[in-house]
């Protein structure tokens, strides 16, 4: 699979997911820092890659039908420090990568996975 690594989440994630076996990079290897949610999205589309992100904003469905994507993975955990998240996102990243992320909305919190 290929993943790409939102701005808001730790760039080591593209280690993890590389070491996994999957091509990943980060909004910030595209030169995209900053930009608006819907260039953001404009590019995953055209590439083929999955998002990892924790912006709520993406996970709206009628602004980014996720059937349109190879996948959005929006993460919700309680804390949000950057160490606590790469904790909570290395946490669920096995299960996540058994599941087809294809077309799929991914919503990840302390209580588990939900696709749409």
Same mark, same amino acid.
């Given at each position: 699979?290929?993943?790409?690594?939102?701005?808001?989440?730790? !760039?080591?994630?593209? !280690?993890?997911?590389?070491?996994?076996?999957?091509?990943?990079?980060?909004?910030?290897?595209?030169?995209?820092?900053?930009?608006?949610?819907? !260039?953001?999205?404009?590019?995953?589309? !055209?590439?083929?890659?999955?998002?990892?992100?924790?912006?709520?904003?993406?996970?709206?469905? @009628?602004?980014?039908?996720?059937? %349109?994507?190879?996948g959005?993975?929006?993460?919700?955990?309680?804390?949000t420090?950057?160490?606590?998240?790469l904790?909570?996102? @290395? %946490?669920?990243?096995?299960?996540?990568? %058994?599941?087809?992320?294809?077309?799929?909305?991914?919503?990840?919190?302390?209580?588990?996975?939900?696709?749409?």
């Amino acid at each position: 699979m290929k993943f790409k690594i939102d701005e808001n989440l730790p !760039a080591d994630l593209v !280690a993890d997911l590389q070491a996994a076996g999957h091509a990943a990079d980060t909004v910030s290897d595209e030169g995209l820092s900053g930009a608006a949610a819907a !260039a953001v999205m404009a590019h995953v589309q !055209a590439d083929g890659r999955t998002l990892l992100t924790l912006d709520k904003g993406i996970a709206d469905v @009628r602004a980014y039908p996720p059937d %349109q994507y190879a996948g959005i993975i929006l993460f919700r955990p309680r804390t949000t420090g950057r160490t606590e998240t790469l904790v909570f996102i @290395r %946490q669920h990243l096995p299960a996540l990568l %058994q599941i087809d992320l294809n077309g799929h909305l991914c919503v990840v919190s302390d209580t588990g996975i939900r696709v749409r």
